[in-house]
């Protein structure tokens, strides 16, 4: 037997009970401001889509329905003495913006983040509003990459730059900058596209000449099969590496202490 459904005052949309129950104990806890101009938001952007979609919508659906319920229980979570009215300028670009990203997981937790923190006034500092379109415009690859760096705000994560050198001159060709070693699941190009966006979104930095002492680390760029790829692509040529170092940006160090939860 299906799960009896209800009119939810908030939304305006039939929910499973349970769901509506849900945000009405969340209701109940906040205060009836931050519940109701969040609910006002929510409508405006996703008032036209119905919980109880057709077949062809029936993953979106699952998805948004398990959006609310994260949304709601990270809400509950902020202390009563730290909630602030919701940012209409945040809130409303982060659930505009979810429609699009709210398939993965990853991204859909980035969103959820946002929000509930920028309701909690421990991140009032390092909230900002272009977050939102940054969540927009990355993949789940470079959502995992970020994670990398949480908890390395100062030391960065070794990187390398691949180069053939010519024997018999000093000129040099960089086929392969950016080479990330920390994320293994996907292949070293991927991953160098992945820093590139990163970076390009003000995220992480890769300052120029710049490398840790952790030579140990950097000898496994030369034990890659890329590189032996690369000396048996090019057996008249010297294959190298240059040292490189990515480290998060002053903006890549707030948005992972507000969007990337713990």
Same mark, same amino acid.
């Given at each position: 037997?299906?799960?009896?459904?209800?009119?939810?005052?908030?939304?305006?949309?039939?929910?499973?009970?349970?769901?509506?129950?849900?945000?009405?104990?969340?209701?109940?806890?906040?205060?009836?401001?931050?519940?109701?101009?969040?609910?006002?938001?929510?409508?405006?952007?996703?008032?036209?889509?119905?919980?109880?979609?057709?077949?062809?919508?029936?993953?979106?659906?699952? &998805? %948004?329905?398990?959006?609310? $319920?994260? !949304? +709601?229980?990270?809400?509950?979570?902020?202390?009563?003495?730290?909630?602030?009215?919701?940012?209409?300028?945040?809130?409303?670009?982060?659930?505009?913006?979810?429609?699009?990203?709210?398939?993965?997981?990853?991204?859909?937790?980035?969103?959820?983040?946002?929000?509930?923190?920028?309701?909690?006034?421990?991140?009032?500092?390092?909230?900002?509003?272009?977050?939102?379109?940054?969540?927009?415009?990355?993949?789940?690859?470079?959502?995992?990459?970020?994670k990398k760096f949480k908890g390395k705000y100062i030391s960065g994560i070794p990187i390398?730059?691949?180069q053939i050198e010519s024997k018999t001159s000093k000129g040099y060709i960089t086929v392969?900058?950016?080479?990330?070693?920390?994320?293994?699941?996907? &292949? %070293?190009?991927?991953?160098? $596209?992945? !820093? +590139?966006s990163l970076t390009r979104l003000g995220l992480l930095e890769i300052p120029y000449a710049?490398?840790?002492?952790?030579?140990?680390?950097?000898?496994?760029?030369?034990?890659?099969?890329?590189?032996?790829?690369?000396?048996?692509?090019?057996?008249?040529?010297?294959?190298?590496?240059?040292?490189?170092?990515?480290?998060?940006?002053?903006?890549?160090?707030?948005?992972?202490?507000?969007?990337?939860?713990?």
């Amino acid at each position: 037997m299906s799960e009896k459904s209800t009119t939810n005052t908030i939304f305006n949309a039939e929910v499973p009970e349970s769901v509506d129950n849900a945000f009405k104990n969340l209701t109940e806890k906040l205060t009836l401001n931050i519940g109701d101009t969040l609910s006002d938001i929510w409508y405006m952007v996703f008032g036209s889509i119905s919980y109880h979609a057709e077949k062809k919508r029936i993953k979106y659906s699952h &998805s %948004l329905k398990q959006f609310h $319920q994260e !949304l +709601s229980a990270s809400l509950s979570n902020i202390p009563p003495e730290k909630q602030l009215e919701p940012s209409f300028q945040i809130t409303a670009q982060a659930l505009e913006n979810a429609k699009y990203c709210i398939n993965e997981n990853e991204l859909r937790e980035m969103f959820t983040s946002l929000i509930s923190n920028s309701m909690n006034s421990d991140f009032l500092q390092d909230i900002h509003p272009s977050f939102a379109e940054i969540i927009k415009q990355m993949s789940v690859i470079d959502a995992r990459i970020l994670k990398k760096f949480k908890g390395k705000y100062i030391s960065g994560i070794p990187i390398c730059h691949y180069q053939i050198e010519s024997k018999t001159s000093k000129g040099y060709i960089t086929v392969l900058k950016n080479a990330f070693l920390e994320y293994p699941e996907a &292949s %070293l190009e991927l991953c160098s $596209q992945s !820093l +590139s966006s990163l970076t390009r979104l003000g995220l992480l930095e890769i300052p120029y000449a710049e490398y840790l002492d952790l030579p140990d680390y950097y000898e496994q760029f030369k034990h890659h099969p890329y590189f032996f790829a690369l000396e048996k692509s090019f057996p008249d040529k010297n294959v190298t590496i240059q040292k490189s170092v990515a480290r998060l940006s002053p903006l890549g160090c707030s948005f992972i202490k507000v969007c990337i939860p713990d």
